[in-house]
């Protein structure tokens, strides 16, 4: 019997300001600290919060990592299988 799979991983895409950000990040710790923070709302897409808005669309949320000092708004598409980022803050 083939070993069983872990839990689906949702793709990760990164908005044009989240790309620009994710350039500046220079240090192996900040990197390290972001993808793990990346990895848990990969695996689990409803980790973050709901952030309150008036606006129409899809849920923006926030993920904060407090022990690896990471923040993360992104909202996760329709089918749950791409999560976007919007904004990084390491």
């Known amino acids: 019997m083939p070993p069983g799979h ?12 989240a790309a620009k950000q994710l350039e500046t990040l220079t240090s192996e710790a900040e990197l390290h600290a972001l993808d793990r923070a990346l990895v848990v709302i990969s695996v689990d897409p409803d980790a973050g ?3 309150p808005d008036a606006a129409t669309g899809p849920q ?9 000092a990471v ?8 089918l749950r299988t791409v999560v976007i980022v919007a904004y990084i803050e390491v």
């Open 6 to 17: 872990g839990p689906r991983r949702a793709r990760i895409a990164f908005s044009d300001s």
């Open 49 to 51: 919060a709901p952030v």
């Open 60 to 68: 923006l949320r926030e993920y904060t990592d407090d022990v690896e």
């Open 71 to 78: 923040r993360i708004l992104y909202f996760v598409t329709a």
